[in-house]
T-cell receptor, first 115, second 111 residues
C-alpha cells in the first residue's frame, strides 16, 4: 500500500462514453498528479494540482478534464476518447516544496481501453 | 528528445548475479530518482540522490551520480527473482520543471 488509491483498476469504454477515474491520497501531501503510460513510451505528465489549484497542464486534449475538489482527491473525467487514448493512467502525490517536487507516491493505476 | 534515457532497454540475468542499469540525462538537475514498476502496477520510489551527492545505498541498492557526465547508475546486488520489474530513472531539473522519466530498463531475474 502506497497511500494512493485509484479506482477503477480497469475500464473499458466506447468512444462516445463518459467515464471518470478517481484518485485518493491518504498521505497529507499538497500535490497530486495524473500521468499517462503508453507502451514503449516514457511516462507523460498530464496535470499537476497543488493545494487544489492546477499548476500544470501539458497540452492535454480537452477530452480529458481534471478535477481536484480538495487536496486529497483527484478525478480525471473522460469523454469522446479515441482508441489511442488506451493506456495506463497513473495518479501520484508528493509533498512539494519551493521548486522541489520530491518523491512521488503512485497509485496502482487505471488500465483504460477505448474501443 | 527526452531528458532521461536508461541503458540497457532490457537485461536478463540469473539469480544471485548483480544487475547494473544506467541513466543519462541532458540538463542540470536538482536530484535524480529511481523507481521500480512491476508489470501492470504503479511505480514505487526506490532512492533519491541529490546533485551534490555521488553515491547512495539502500539495502541491496547502490546508486551513483556523476554530474560531470550527466549519468547515474543503479546497481542491484545479489539479485532475486522478485527483483524482476521495470526500472525507471527520473530527473528533477534545476529549471524547475517537473520530474521527467526515461523509458525504463526491463530487468528479468531468472531463478
Amino acid at each position: 500500500e502506497t497511500g494512493v488509491t485509484q479506482t477503477p483498476r480497469h475500464l473499458v469504454m466506447g468512444m462516445t462514453n463518459k467515464k471518470s477515474l478517481k484518485c485518493e491520497q491518504h498521505l497529507g501531501h499538497n500535490a497530486m498528479y495524473w500521468y499517462k503510460q503508453s507502451a514503449k513510451k516514457p511516462l507523460e505528465l498530464m496535470f499537476v494540482y497543488n493545494f487544489k489549484e492546477q499548476t500544470e497542464n501539458n497540452s492535454v486534449p480537452s477530452r480529458f478534464s481534471p478535477e481536484c475538489p480538495n487536496s486529497s482527491h483527484l478525478f480525471l473525467h473522460l469523454h469522446t476518447l479515441q482508441p489511442e487514448d488506451s493506456a495506463l493512467y497513473l495518479c501520484a502525490s508528493s509533498q512539494e516544496g519551493s521548486g522541489f517536487t520530491g518523491e512521488l507516491f503512485f497509485g496502482e493505476g487505471s488500465r483504460l481501453t477505448v474501443l | 528528445s527526452q531528458q532521461g534515457e536508461e541503458d540497457p532497454q532490457a537485461l536478463s540475468i540469473q539469480e544471485g548475479e548483480n544487475a547494473t542499469m544506467n541513466c543519462s540525462y541532458k540538463t542540470s538537475i536538482n536530484n535524480l530518482q529511481w523507481y521500480r514498476q512491476n508489470s501492470g502496477r504503479g511505480l514505487v520510489h526506490l532512492i533519491l540522490i541529490r546533485s551534490n551527492e555521488r553515491e547512495k545505498h539502500s539495502g541491496r541498492l547502490r546508486v551513483t551520480l556523476d554530474t560531470s557526465k550527466k549519468s547515474s547508475s543503479l546497481l542491484i546486488t545479489a539479485s532475486r527473482a522478485a527483483d524482476t520489474a521495470s526500472y525507471f530513472c527520473a530527473t528533477e531539473e534545476t529549471s524547475g520543471s517537473r520530474l521527467t522519466f526515461g523509458e525504463g530498463t526491463q530487468l528479468t531475474v531468472n531463478p
